[in-house]
């Protein structure tokens, strides 16, 4: 069984930096794709980063140079965010996508707050 755990979200001031962290258990395969999606109040779950598995990363346009995705080869995926804004605030997802079986698999989420 497959499982995502999120972990390093928490609360910044705007212009503050946090790093979140994705680890998976249970695959005894590389994710075709990873990254993170987020879900703020209100709105629909939306794509933030992706990073395949040649290493392509596809962003928000507003997250854009200003979070990184990265992974490596034990199935893990890192979302570096700099100057955070209040808007960045939502629930932020792992996701991994296996490409044999075009299965998606979330993690549970992780808050992520900033204040002004």
């Known amino acids: 069984q497959v499982q995502l755990v999120e972990s390093g979200g928490g609360s910044v001031e705007s212009g503050g930096s946090l790093r979140l962290s994705c680890t998976t258990s249970g695959a005894s395969f590389s994710f075709h794709a990873m990254g993170w999606y987020r879900q703020a109040p209100g709105k629909q779950r939306e794509l933030v980063a992706t990073?395949?598995?040649?290493?392509?990363t596809n962003y928000a346009d507003s997250v854009k140079g200003r979070f990184t995705v990265s992974r490596d080869k034990a199935n893990r995926v890192y979302l570096q965010m700099y100057r955070l804004e209040p808007e960045d605030t939502a629930v932020y997802y792992c996701?991994?996508?296996?490409?044999?079986?075009?299965?998606?698999?979330w993690g549970q989420g992780i808050q992520v707050t900033v204040s002004s």
């Open positions: 990073i395949n598995s040649s290493l392509i």
């Open positions: 996701y991994a996508y296996e490409y044999s079986s075009r299965y998606e698999y």
